[in-house]
């Protein structure tokens, strides 16, 4: 198969015949969405014969291969990235006009893939499009979800969760495989036996199974030809209707099977605060990671491979505790399968595993009650156990019967229940353990696996996260990306180091210029967004102060609206003039799980607060409060090239990396933060005149716990902070209803375990130095200038040489 010419009249026709073929329509009685889908299928039709190509060559050369595990891959719209990647954009557009269509609109009614929630899936997104763009073999596993994890909407400001039927007209992008189906078990029991050679052996007999049904998205590398695949496994029953039941006239009982088995892979993240949830949640873990693991070695490895140097042909890389059920579900296959001594097994497992840890939140470690891992997985509960037992006799041969690191090592925790610490068998299998930013990966030693970093000396490493530059600066921010090559040439988008070379343009009046103009379009476009979207409007000459993130405690969405309110209370007690304000647009973006009830009482009030700040003549249009809801990457790529300050006020200790953060520098912003995650790193590269540092550093934060902290004392200690909480305790923004927001003041005052009112003095202090240097714009440009200049670092495709160089060992091509 060879591509379609690359030219205008090539593209017209395979878009026609498209429209014809495959749409069963003409150009004159087509639907916008039979363009968008015939538009679709021809930018497929440029990339398939290479990407057919590149499979064959790989199995022909079985070449090393990153099979990079993920539950997320937040991939954002493809029909852009597509023509990104294959430098057809020019030529679609033109030729698109010829028939009398406009590129624009048909690039908007593309629906959003369901596939992610928030950073974890966005950097899966960026690190396979960097694997791709370097042309090193890659297969991304995940999981095919009908829903997302859910549309937002507000009602009366409070969160709403409505379905998100990303799939309802379908994906043009994707290629099912159901012959290539795989079959997973669930439940029942395991049973011993003695195979041909006399050796004692276990087999798992499930009570049930489902099919696993993959679906593959192509990857394309930027203008390199290079097409990679992401597999994504949909579950259907075995058997999924009984039609002797159906015609007994119980219909529903007929399609049960069905409809459970479909579950699994109904909707990303389901709410867990269940027993029912809890065990769906296992099920989508271990349906994806079996399917995946029996994918590559029956069909990606060529026939009669010999299983001992799997190492040589594969990494499993774990992207947090979700795939870790991987490595009891590979032995599994090693030794009850394939019948090799559990030594082997063992040896060759070590090798094929990395994992990445995304946390320093002992919640967000995943566990696993025994007994839902006995009922639901009875097999891989025997081989963790054994995991176990041989790693603390190795313990013990190292350290004696030190009962106390025994417990505090062990896979299996006691209390409070019995349960599988799904981090310490990562890290107990792994060939390598990586923390995402240098502060994380520090404590990741220091504070949360200690005792395993003493054991295995050399295994923890550091490798930063990263963005791609095509997505999150070429493709988001064109007019940026144009004022760039022109200053520097061409190369920049595959080796984005090269951003240093702007710096010189910062100390020239008109580089700034431009580049304030780019800014100023940037905004323009994103209030027309908003316009469209929400009926919002950004204030013309406002700052555009930024947090846009999941919702979370610790990431502090509390202390950025405290920030707001003290601004607004000090304008309407005329404390302050209205005048000496600087005008602003605080913009947020976020989600709260469905179970988070504190989260979703911070977005009420968040909403709350912007309802009366917006409508008070008072402040006279100088403040201004939006959250537009379901923010998402196609949101994202309008918000991030606009923003002038960057909120990234996360607890010191508490934020494993960020990507917004980095985002946001690569585009002109500046960051206002804490000594948290790769805040670290963005500020030592941008220097701290470029950057806002506020708040305690993490052993301050640890030292403050230890003397016992009393949220209370700061409040009473702090006018500002005073007046500002009891303006919310107040009922001022819920219409005198002192009892909306008692839980939200409450919480503030005598829990606050994330320590907003710690750290409130010091960010207040330092949002005035904001203010400031805002006033001066062209001094604010130019460390606009230098925050893009200098954070050329942050290109996932230096995170993937890093993981190349220090984990996989794997090719840089084919």
């Known amino acids: 198969m060879t591509a379609p010419a690359a030219t205008v009249d090539g593209f017209v026709a395979e878009f026609l015949q498209n429209l014809n073929l495959e749409r069963g329509v003409t150009l004159t009685a087509s639907s916008p969405n039979d363009r968008y889908v015939a538009l679709a299928y021809t930018v497929r039709d440029y990339l398939i014969a290479r990407w057919l190509e590149d499979r064959r060559h790989l199995r022909e050369t079985q070449a090393k291969t990153v099979c990079y595990l993920s539950a997320e891959y937040l991939l954002g719209r493809q029909l852009q990235n597509n023509l990104l990647a294959t430098d057809l954009t020019a030529i679609a557009t033109e030729a698109l006009a010829q028939c009398g269509v406009d590129l624009d609109e048909l690039r908007d009614l593309e629906v959003e893939p369901g596939l992610g929630n928030g950073g974890l899936g966005r950097l899966a997104a960026c690190f396979i499009d960097s694997l791709a763009t370097m042309s090193v073999p890659n297969i991304g ?164 491979a010999d299983l001992a140097t799997l190492p040589d042909k594969v990494i499993f890389q774990l992207n947090d505790t979700h795939p870790v059920i991987a490595v009891p579900e590979l032995m599994r296959v090693l030794v009850d399968e394939k019948g090799m001594t559990w030594d082997a097994a063992w040896d060759i497992t070590r090798q094929c595993f990395a994992y990445t840890c995304h946390t320093l939140l002992p919640e967000a470690l995943e566990v696993w009650s025994v007994e839902l891992m006995g009922r639901l997985l009875p097999r891989h509960l025997e081989i963790i156990y054994r995991i176990n037992d041989e790693f603390l006799a190795a313990v013990r041969e190292r350290f004696g019967d030190d009962e106390m690191r025994i417990r505090d090592m062990s896979i299996i925790a006691e209390f409070p229940e019995r349960s599988v610490r799904m981090a310490y068998l990562a890290t107990v299998a792994a060939a390598k353990v990586n923390g995402v930013a240098e502060l994380h990966s520090q404590l990741l030693r220091e504070k949360v696996l200690p005792d395993f970093d003493e054991f295995f000396p050399g295994r923890f490493i550091n490798v930063t996260n990263g963005v791609t530059p095509r997505r999150f600066l070429r493709l988001a921010n064109p007019d940026l990306s ?18 240093r070379e702007l710096e010189p343009y910062a100390d020239d009046a008109d580089f700034r210029s431009a580049f304030a103009q780019v800014k100023a379009a940037n905004k323009r476009h994103l209030s027309d967004v908003l316009r469209a979207r929400d009926g919002f409007e950004v204030g013309e000459g406002h700052m555009l102060d930024v947090m846009v993130k999941r919702l979370h405690e610790y990431k502090r969405q509390m202390l950025k609206l405290l920030h707001i309110v003290t601004t607004y209370e000090n304008i309407v007690s ?133 003397r016992g902290y009393r949220p209370s004392d700061f409040y009473a200690a702090d006018e500002d902070l005073r007046r500002s909480i009891d303006l919310i305790a107040s009922g001022t923004f819920s219409d005198g209803d002192r009892s909306v927001f008692e839980p939200v003041v409450s919480n503030l005052l005598y829990d606050d375990r994330f320590m907003v009112l710690a750290d409130y003095r010091s960010y207040i202090d330092e949002q005035a130095k904001v203010d400031t240097a805002y006033a001066d714009r062209d001094a604010w440009t130019r460390s606009a200038i230098l925050n893009v200049g200098r954070c050329g670092f942050f290109s996932s495709d230096r995170s993937m040489r890093d993981y190349i160089d220090r984990i996989w060992h794997t090719p840089l091509a084919m």
């Open 141 to 304: 596993y995940g999981i095919r979800y009908e829903y997302g994890i859910f549309r937002q909407t507000f009602d009366d400001g409070q969160q709403s969760e409505q379905p998100d039927a990303w799939l309802a007209l379908g994906s043009p992008w994707e290629f099912p495989h159901p012959e290539a189906a795989q079959t997973i078990g669930f439940g029942g029991r395991t049973e011993s036996y003695v195979d041909d050679e006399g050796v004692t052996r276990a087999r798992w007999v499930p009570d049930w199974r489902v099919r696993a049904v993959p679906y593959n998205y192509m990857v394309p590398g930027y203008h390199n030809g290079r097409v990679n695949t992401l597999r994504l496994w949909s579950a259907q029953a075995t058997d999924a209707f009984d039609l002797r039941i159906f015609n007994s006239g119980d219909y529903e009982e007929a399609v049960r099977a069905q409809t459970y088995a479909e579950n699994i892979s109904k909707v990303l993240y389901p709410e867990d605060s269940t027993p029912q949830g809890k065990e769906l949640r296992l099920q989508q873990q271990y349906f994806f990671v079996s399917a995946s693991i029996a994918d590559f070695i029956d069909t990606q490895l060529a026939d009669g």
């Open 482 to 499: 144009a004022l760039i090559t022109e200053a520097i040439g061409e190369g920049w988008v595959t080796d984005l180091e090269r951003l």
């Open 574 to 706: 005329g404390r302050v003039a209205v005048a000496d304000v600087q005008p602003r647009t605080f913009l947020f973006g976020a989600k709260a799980a469905p179970g988070y009830v504190m989260a979703k009482r911070i977005i009420h009030l968040i909403n709350a607060v912007g309802s009366v700040v917006n409508a008070d003549p008072r402040v006279e249009g100088r403040l201004q409060v939006l959250f537009p809801p379901n923010y998402n990457v196609t949101l994202a790529e309008r918000v991030v090239p606009a923003a002038d300050l960057s909120e990234q006020i996360s607890l010191a200790g508490k934020e494993a990396s960020g990507t917004g953060n980095m985002k946001f520098a690569l585009n002109g912003a500046l960051t206002i933060g804490t000594d948290d995650g790769a805040n670290v790193e963005i500020r030592e590269l941008v220097g701290d005149e470029n950057f806002f540092l506020f708040g305690m550093a993490e052993p301050e934060v640890e030292a403050l716990w230890a």
